[in-house]
């Protein structure tokens, strides 16, 4: 059988649009939830077993997602009972989940898994799905689980390997993932496999054997088209950002966008972009499309940073004053938010309370990322030599990502281990130093102190 390695060598006007949409989504929130949650109880009206989470469809629309609500809720309309359909429809929240970033949809796809699962407790299908859910919200614990059973009841089934993958790496355990890769990878190198081929390599600082991995992915899927393919087209061009090629991954995001419109991964790696090259009015253009779309916290935060690098600084604030809101929608929704708000923590209100959440976080993700949120809250609360230690955690893989070595040389700096803090930025400078737009000036502050270089700005293109 040949092998597939997995590691190598080594405007004020849309801002409240938006709000109102997302006070219109909590209130949606109370009627996918059972009656219960919403100050009901177990007397409420319409509190049956048998009561299923029905959305709005346009009957217009011509997605493919839409379409399959709308079948899926016909059928079930028909036969409230039907387990196919239930499943159907909890399949396709979850796929509009996936585009719109509404947290409300996994709570109605929640419900409606519960109740397939009462029937089809082992069904592979059942168990991934839950799976996928759990990932979703952020609840890795409970993901592990459930891709362990899905694996269990279905030997070698690719969807179930990608659950207990993508679980363990966000558990931290290393180890684990990267023999679940491989397994996945040998039973069936295609384009799942093989994206997360890249990850593993990515994570152990292997930036090169990444890129040949997600590049090996693209081609993979290169037969099916569709939001996977361009999924990876986009995180292909994020790996080209990072290490510097910004040609590259602008025709990789371009691909994206040709391959699937409007993919919201492909137009915030276009912002990411547009970043790096101190682009900062374009940069926010683009991501209040992105958050008006797709509102997650990450996209609120960046277009916040690039408004405020373009010195628009209500706006910026404006920006900042929905990722609390968004962050409330998604916390009633079942998904967990404290290593997403963690490191905005640090950096717009940093202190003890802003340490103990990244502390929550990290108890639900102890991956790099969740040492790493906990490392700057550290430094900016002023505990340097405990945020050594988390740093040291956060970069325990080998990462090369520009955020964790900037972070680690920054709080190396501050402990006086200029060597070290060298160290990092060299690998910061050598691939994408503006990757942020709210630390591309503490970036080039500390590249002066520490006798290093910051690279010009890379022209447009």
């Given at each position: 059988?040949?092998?597939?390695?997995?590691?190598?060598?080594?405007?004020?006007?849309?801002?409240?649009?938006?709000?109102?949409?997302?006070?219109?989504?909590?209130?949606?929130?109370?009627?996918?939830?059972?009656?219960?949650?919403?100050?009901?109880?177990?007397?409420?009206?319409?509190?049956?077993?048998?009561?299923?989470?029905?959305?709005?469809?346009?009957?217009?629309?011509?997605?493919?997602?839409?379409?399959?609500?709308?079948?899926?809720?016909?059928?079930?309309?028909?036969?409230?009972?039907?387990?196919?359909?239930?499943?159907?429809?909890?399949?396709?929240?979850?796929?509009?989940?996936?585009?719109?970033?509404?947290?409300?949809?996994?709570?109605?796809?929640?419900?409606?898994?519960?109740?397939?699962?009462?029937?089809?407790?082992?069904?592979?299908?059942?168990?991934?799905?839950?799976?996928?859910?759990?990932?979703?919200?952020?609840?890795?614990?409970?993901?592990?689980?459930?891709?362990?059973?899905?694996?269990?009841?279905?030997?070698?089934?690719?969807?179930?390997?990608?659950?207990?993958?993508?679980?363990?790496?966000?558990?931290?355990?290393?180890?684990?993932?990267?023999?679940?890769?491989?397994?996945?990878?040998?039973?069936?190198?295609?384009?799942?496999?093989?994206?997360?081929?890249?990850?593993?390599?990515?994570?152990?600082?292997?930036?090169?054997?990444?890129?040949?991995?997600?590049?090996?992915?693209?081609?993979?899927?290169?037969?099916?088209?569709?939001?996977?393919?361009?999924?990876?087209?986009?995180?292909?061009?994020?790996?080209?950002?990072?290490?510097?090629?910004?040609?590259?991954?602008?025709?990789?995001?371009?691909?994206?966008?040709?391959?699937?419109?409007?993919?919201?991964?492909?137009?915030?790696?276009?912002?990411?972009?547009?970043?790096?090259?101190?682009?900062?009015?374009?940069?926010?253009?683009?991501?209040?499309?992105?958050?008006e779309r797709q509102p997650l916290i990450e996209h609120?935060?960046?277009?916040?940073?690039?408004?405020?690098?373009?010195g628009r600084s209500d706006e910026a604030d404006d920006?900042?004053?929905?990722?609390?809101?968004?962050?409330?929608?998604?916390?009633?929704?079942?998904?967990?938010?404290?290593?997403?708000?963690?490191?905005?923590?640090?950096?717009?209100?940093?202190?003890?309370?802003?340490?103990?959440?990244?502390?929550?976080?990290?108890?639900?993700?102890?991956?790099?990322?969740?040492?790493?949120?906990?490392?700057?809250?550290?430094?900016?609360?002023?505990?340097?030599?405990?945020?050594?230690?988390?740093?040291?955690?956060?970069?325990?893989?080998?990462?090369?990502?520009?955020?964790?070595?900037?972070?680690?040389?920054?709080?190396?700096?501050?402990?006086?281990?200029?060597?070290?803090?060298?160290?990092?930025?060299?690998?910061?400078?050598?691939?994408?130093?503006?990757?942020?737009?709210?630390?591309?000036?503490?970036?080039?502050?500390?590249?002066?102190?520490?006798?290093?270089?910051?690279?010009?700005?890379?022209?447009?293109?």
């Amino acid at each position: 059988m040949t092998r597939w390695p997995v590691t190598t060598s080594p405007p004020r006007g849309d801002v409240l649009r938006l709000r109102r949409r997302l006070v219109g989504a909590a209130l949606l929130a109370c009627v996918l939830v059972a009656p219960a949650a919403c100050g009901g109880g177990d007397d409420a009206p319409g509190a049956d077993a048998t009561d299923l989470p029905f959305i709005e469809v346009d009957p217009d629309s011509t997605s493919s997602t839409d379409r399959a609500i709308a079948t899926a809720q016909d059928a079930l309309r028909a036969d409230p009972e039907d387990a196919k359909a239930q499943l159907d429809l909890a399949l396709a929240f979850l796929q509009k989940a996936r585009e719109t970033a509404d947290p409300v949809l996994y709570t109605g796809a929640d419900t409606l898994l519960a109740l397939v699962a009462e029937v089809s407790p082992d069904d592979v299908r059942v168990l991934t799905a839950q799976g996928s859910l759990a990932l979703s919200r952020h609840e890795f614990a409970a993901a592990l689980d459930l891709g362990e059973r899905a694996l269990a009841a279905a030997p070698g089934n690719e969807t179930a390997y990608g659950v207990l993958v993508d679980a363990l790496n966000e558990l931290g355990r290393d180890d684990e993932a990267l023999e679940a890769t491989q397994a996945m990878a040998d039973v069936r190198p295609g384009l799942a496999a093989l994206s997360r081929v890249s990850y593993a390599r990515e994570l152990r600082g292997d930036l090169d054997g990444a890129i040949e991995a997600m590049t090996q992915a693209a081609t993979a899927g290169a037969g099916t088209g569709g939001e996977n393919l361009a999924f990876t087209q986009a995180l292909l061009g994020n790996l080209l950002l990072t290490r510097g090629d910004l040609r590259q991954a602008e025709r990789q995001y371009d691909l994206a966008l040709t391959t699937f419109p409007e993919l919201p991964a492909a137009e915030a790696g276009r912002a990411r972009l547009l970043v790096a090259q101190e682009r900062y009015d374009e940069a926010a253009a683009v991501l209040a499309g992105l958050v008006e779309r797709q509102p997650l916290i990450e996209h609120a935060i960046a277009q916040g940073e690039a408004l405020a690098a373009a010195g628009r600084s209500d706006e910026a604030d404006d920006a900042f004053d929905l990722v609390e809101g968004i962050a409330a929608l998604q916390e009633a929704n079942g998904v967990q938010v404290d290593v997403d708000l963690a490191l905005f923590d640090a950096e717009r209100d940093p202190g003890d309370d802003a340490v103990a959440r990244a502390r929550r976080g990290l108890e639900q993700r102890p991956s790099i990322v969740g040492h790493d949120a906990l490392a700057w809250n550290l430094f900016r609360a002023g505990s340097i030599a405990a945020a050594q230690e988390e740093a040291e955690r956060a970069l325990a893989t080998g990462s090369e990502d520009p955020a964790i070595r900037f972070h680690a040389a920054a709080i190396a700096h501050a402990a006086g281990d200029d060597g070290a803090a060298r160290g990092h930025m060299d690998i910061v400078l050598a691939g994408n130093p503006r990757f942020s737009a709210a630390l591309v000036d503490d970036v080039a502050e500390l590249a002066s102190a520490l006798g290093l270089e910051m690279p010009p700005v890379a022209p447009a293109t």
